[in-house]
């Protein structure tokens, strides 16, 4: 079914629907922070990078209007510091969608990730219903890791080669939650400092597991 794009806002952090006329700006912010986003940019294996950033939002408000996706703009204080992507939204006895995020250099260590993510997981339990949201996320990537911490997602386990990223496949931690873990929701239950130390907390065998690229014979 399809689904609405609300517009969610918490102080100065606002996720509002994308739209077409946000190509030339949202692809400026792109190659603004290439080499800070280099490093985790999904990419495909079949075909070489591409900054169609009109034929990206196209696909992306095409998934919307399936109800298989929920697209953002994540602003601050009016300005566009990145874009937050509700995805692979399933309905039924699943009821779970995935969340993929980025945000400017210039913006990181404001908290705006931690709250665009807990807005949008939010709206996702209360509003559509969904039951269960995840996070996955590369070994390397210290600061979203920290985000998953700072609002309680647990960790769930190791999966290889999972999304290819930069090039390559790449190894992600998952990350979860579901609706009845934050009755109160996401984003008070981290403002009110009542989330549960430790969820997120990856174990050694992962860690040391993910320090060792899964080896692939040779076809």
Known sequence: MPTAIPTL??????????????????????MANRSWLRTWEATSPYAPMSFD?????????????????????????GELAGQLNVSSITWGSLSSASIGYWVGEQFAGRSITPTAVALATDYCFAQLGLHRMEICIRPENA??????????????????????????WRDHFAFGMV????????????????????????????????AHPLQVADK
């Not at 190509?23 to 400026?28: D, I, K, M």
């Not at 920290?146 to 999304?163: A, P, Q, S, T």
């Open 53 to 77: 950033t009109r034929a990206s939002i196209r696909s992306l408000l095409a998934h919307s209007r399936t109800g298989s996706g929920l697209p953002f703009l994540v602003e601050y204080n």
């Open 9 to 30: 806002r918490e102080g100065a952090v606002t996720l509002r629907p994308i739209r077409l006329r946000d190509a030339r700006a949202l692809e400026r912010e792109l």
């Open 143 to 168: 600061p979203s890791l920290r985000v998953v911490e700072k609002l309680g997602f647990r960790y769930e386990g190791l999966r290889r080669r999972f999304i290819h990223i930069n090039g390559a």
């Open 179 to 210: 609706a009845e873990e934050v009755r109160g929701g996401v984003l008070r239950r981290w403002q009110d400092g009542e989330v549960p130390p430790g969820n997120a907390t990856v174990n050694e065998y992962d860690r040391a597991a993910s």
